[in-house]
């Protein structure tokens, strides 16, 4: 017995002395190797399915990308291969690349620069719903556990100067065998890249390294700040000035809702039994310019439509709101979320945070009623025609349990964690349609509010969701994808109307020829117009053709 643990003590430090010489002779080849083999199945599994045709055919050319991406790993940690260096980049690489695996595996999401800027503008509270057990757990397993490996192992660097004439040496070999093996099976590579090229960004570490590059390249350009004006000509209709009474609408922009979720568009649970029951215009078929908040949020608000929108050129220019505002309407926003992204920068805004009310926020975040919290008041307070915005936390998961109170828990079994591999589809679901069915409660408070106030100010409602969610459809959760490739459930959203007697009175609108149009396909294109049209602001850089009421606004006459 004896004898045998001292075998097997004797095998273990053997073994251990040989991992740690082999880490430490070959640090780079153990990383990529690592990296290759458990930090890219997410890369591996859609690589299965796109790489179809004969076994020796599609043996030889998944042996080929192996040796294609993991040439392209190593080239890249080649050029950090010096002393004081490599250690810590290794270890930033190893650590990184568990937790982009972590969501790629769990959560079906590719990191690129929008996933980025989405991470680098989340809130604590938003980044505390992503923090699992399971997360951490794999992290140290996959992250902490190999760093630790390369952290005591003894790293061999010659001088220098050496050492940057071995690392060119290695590269540029490592480059000539990069360049041979894509040429053996080029037309392989061409159609792949040409028809799948949005699966790069499940190569890991390569998609992070490039999108954190980029994200710097952007944010960190020394450009000319000021915010290209627009809609300078902008100003109100002297024909609707003649109106004694005030208007005001009530935008509110709507957080991770999907359409198809929305009882008002055919859904089987009734998620919606509030809003069934106003006098409102539902458009079932309304599509997001984005699958995020980062692009869907300036993009709603631009004058730029979702063929046109660049994130980086579009931050330079001004929103909606500015528009507005110089044209002489009263313009504010109240957020529940994570912030407007650039969009209110020039306008009033207010944060829920600074309200803590215990009936509408809970020990980590606010409710979305909290936005409702005097409001009554500001509009009452409001001398001139006003645009309120409230921005909603709406559906954000992965922790939809949060999104409401205990009382909206209608649909049940309801997951109650955010690590939702942990929970079946059903109650991720159910958790979802709960925060929907809460959305539908503050919308149609919202409403009650204003038909408050329909007696003595013209009042209307606009409701859209900034993008929807996938919610485990085809191994798929959450948001994000990029456009070309995400599923209709995360472009497809909700977008409501209501307007008072009056606002329709005097705004010229003709509910019978509105009703008639709801089935058109719209998207966040028309929002911007919409608005405008709404408002009666006239400019240049309005577009009748996009405005969703324009055909049935009747002539000015009618006044």
């Known amino acids: 017995m004896i004898k045998s643990m001292q075998i097997d003590k004797q095998l273990y430090q053997k073994v251990s002395t040989t991992i740690f010489s082999f880490a430490g002779k070959y640090p780079i080849l153990t990383v990529t190797i690592y990296l290759m083999l458990t930090g890219n199945l997410a890369f591996w599994s859609a690589f299965q399915k796109i790489n ?239 699958t995020s908040t980062h692009v869907s949020l300036p993009c709603m608000f631009s004058m730029f439509g979702r063929e046109d929108f660049d994130e980086a050129r579009a931050k330079y220019f001004e929103k909606l709101p500015d528009v507005l505002q110089r044209a002489g309407i009263d313009v504010s926003w109240r957020d529940n979320n994570s912030g407007c992204k650039g969009v209110c920068k020039n306008i009033p805004t207010e944060n829920t945070n600074l309200i803590n009310l215990d009936y509408v926020c809970s020990d980590s975040e606010c409710y979305d009623e909290a936005m409702l919290v005097g409001l009554k008041d500001i509009i009452k307070a409001k001398t001139k025609n006003a645009v309120i915005i409230l921005h909603q936390k709406g559906s954000h998961g992965p922790a939809y349990y949060l999104r409401h109170p205990s009382t909206f828990q209608k649909f049940i079994p309801e997951c109650e964690t955010s690590e939702l591999s942990n929970c079946s589809t059903n109650e991720i679901t159910n958790a979802y349609d709960n925060t929907i069915l809460y959305t539908d409660h503050f ?65 010229l609108l003709d509910q019978t020829c509105l009703k008639k149009n709801v089935n058109n396909a719209y998207s966040h294109d028309n929002l911007f117009h919409s608005i405008l049209g709404l408002t009666h602001v006239s400019t240049s850089i309005y577009k009748p053709e996009l405005d969703i009421y324009r055909h049935c606004r009747k002539p000015i006459s009618y006044l």
Not at 64 to 69: A, G, Q, W
Not at 447 to 476: F, P, Q, R
Request: charged share 15%.
């Open 443 to 507: 919308l149609a408070k919202v409403i009650s509010l204003l038909k408050d106030e329909a007696g003595e100010i013209d009042t209307a409602m606009l409701y859209v969701s900034d993008h929807g969610e996938s919610l485990g459809e085809n191994h798929v959760y959450l948001h994000s994808l990029p456009y070309l490739i995400a599923p209709e459930d995360q472009k497809h959203v909700p977008f409501i109307t209501w307007f008072s007697d009056s606002f329709s009175e005097h705004n």
């Open 52 to 290: 179809t045709g004969s076994f020796l055919n599609t043996l030889l050319f998944t042996v080929s990308f192996f040796i294609f991406i993991a040439l392209f790993i190593a080239v890249l940690l080649y050029l950090v291969r010096f002393k004081y260096v490599l250690k810590p980049i290794l270890v930033f690489i190893l650590i990184a690349s568990s937790f982009a695996s972590y969501f790629m595996t769990n959560y079906g999401v590719m990191i690129d620069t929008t996933m980025i800027y989405n991470l680098m503008e989340t809130d604590s509270s938003e980044a505390g719903d992503l923090i699992s057990t399971g997360l951490i757990l794999h992290v140290f397993l996959f992250g902490v556990l190999p760093s630790i490996l390369i952290v005591k192992s003894r790293i061999y660097y010659l001088s220098p100067a050496k050492q940057a004439f071995r690392n060119t040496v290695a590269i540029g070999l490592f480059i000539a065998i990069f360049i041979g093996n894509f040429l053996m099976f080029s037309s392989h590579y061409a159609s792949f890249f040409r028809n799948h090229h949005h699966v790069r960004y499940l190569i890991n570490p390569v998609n992070y390294v490039y999108s954190i590059g980029k994200y710097l390249s952007q944010t960190l350009m020394v450009e000319d700040t000021t915010a290209v004006q627009i809609g300078m000509d902008a100003h109100v209709n002297k024909d609707i000035k003649m109106i004694k009474k005030r208007s005001v609408i009530v935008l509110v922009v709507g957080e991770t809702a999907r359409a198809m979720n929305f009882s008002l568009n055919g859904y089987n649970k009734n998620t919606n039994p509030l809003l069934a029951n106003e006098d409102i215009l539902n458009y079932p078929n309304f599509y997001s310019c984005g």
